[in-house]
């Protein structure tokens, strides 16, 4: 999200990508029809990034079976992420919905005009091949109540040429990863990952602890914080060609919404959100619990969601009340304070590492994982086998 939205800030001087990105826009059912005027954002928007499996040829070598096997043709949205991004002070709160979880899907209507059925309960992931990117919008926004106002689907091949663009991203890891599935084999301590292998840190499941989606998103979820860090440290975009490469791959491999398709409007959801604080850019898995009828997917909790959707309205910080352990996909390091804290009376405890968090801040349920990108975690691999 941070990089599609950074990438571009220059991609607007680039007058031939515009074209490319208006050729592939896609109109999101019930959702605006186009971009605001300038300065129209200070009210606060939401940017729907899905990252969907698709065959590409480019890299079939990399995938086998993947572009002639028995689901080639099908295209899921394996990484489905809500942006929200708040009025004054601005906020960002990221939430990440699990690929097995079950929902109910409104009836939508394709790119080419053709009517898909709706449906009571189906898995999330599901709903761009069923219906495209439109139909991942409406979803999203049946479920959550927020409506869509961007959205953009890249496919797992732009990740690869990405993450080399910009000399790859940081990880840490609290025990190793060694998955069969993906190919990935990393120990323990930080590592720089790019190209492939940052594709196989965001696919890796089973080289997790507990090998679920859940443990997955928490990984995924590493990688962007880093990202984000790293984006907005100054080191990437201070150098032009770099910057001005990484706006082709990225508006070169985009299917946007209309509301997305001149790049100068994506310039300008840049320029919304690039003085947020890593502190207030707060990553969050949907609200979720196990679906009693299978225990392999999971279901929304509603009433945890709906704490987190008020506190989005009102635009007060959330507090992930959450303490992970061994069994969840990271480790979630305490916040390091910005302020030396002041020496109490000889004798006393030390102060703890983790500040006290604003009075107006919304605390989650405690099944509702998450972190902010002030904080840095480290996944947990799976080392029982």
């Not at 990984?219 to 962007?224: D, G, V």
């Amino acid at each position: 999200m941070v990089l599609v939205s950074t990438a571009a800030v220059v991609g607007y001087v680039v007058s031939d990508l515009t074209a490319a990105v208006a050729h592939n826009s896609v109109q999101l059912e019930g959702g605006p029809t186009t971009a605001p005027d300038i300065g129209a954002y200070k009210n606060g928007f939401n940017l729907l990034v899905v990252g969907i499996d698709a065959c590409e040829p480019k890299y079939a070598d990399l995938f086998p079976g993947r572009c002639d096997g028995p689901d080639a043709s099908s295209v899921n949205n394996d990484v489905t992420v809500l942006m929200h991004v708040s009025n004054s002070p601005r906020r960002i709160t990221v939430v990440s919905f699990p690929r097995d979880m079950i929902v109910p899907v409104p009836s939508c209507t394709t790119k080419d005009g053709t009517n898909v059925s709706a449906q009571s309960a189906a898995q999330i992931n599901t709903t761009y091949d069923e219906g495209g990117l439109s139909c991942v919008a409406k979803t999203v926004s049946a479920l959550s109540g927020q409506q869509v106002d961007f959205a953009a689907a890249v496919n797992f091949g732009t990740v690869i040429d990405i993450t080399n663009a910009i000399g790859g991203v940081q990880v840490c890891l609290a025990t190793p990863i060694d998955d069969a599935y993906t190919g990935l084999n990393l120990s323990t301590g930080e590592h720089t990952i790019q190209g492939l292998q940052a594709l196989q840190f965001l696919r890796t499941r089973h080289g997790l602890v507990s090998g679920s989606d859940l443990a997955r998103i928490g990984n995924q979820q590493q990688y962007l914080a880093s990202l984000a860090r790293q984006l907005t440290s100054g080191k990437v975009l201070s150098n032009v060609p770099e910057v001005l490469k990484i706006a082709t791959i990225a508006l070169t491999n985009l299917e946007a919404s209309t509301t997305l398709k001149n790049p100068a409007t994506i310039l300008q959801l840049a320029l919304a959100v690039k003085d947020v604080q890593p502190s207030d850019i707060t990553f969050i898995q949907y609200p979720n619990v196990t679906d009693p009828d299978n225990p392999n997917r999971v279901i929304p909790d509603a009433p945890s969601a709906q704490t987190l959707w008020s506190a989005v309205a009102a635009n007060q910080p959330v507090l992930i009340t959450h303490q992970n352990t061994v069994n969840d996909g990271v480790t979630v390091e305490p916040t390091t304070p910005t302020d030396a804290p002041t020496p109490g009376p000889a004798g006393s405890a030390a102060p703890t590492s983790t500040p006290t968090p604003a009075a107006s801040a919304v605390p989650l349920s405690d099944n509702v994982r998450g972190s902010t990108a002030a904080q840095q975690t480290c996944t947990n691999g799976d080392t029982s086998g």
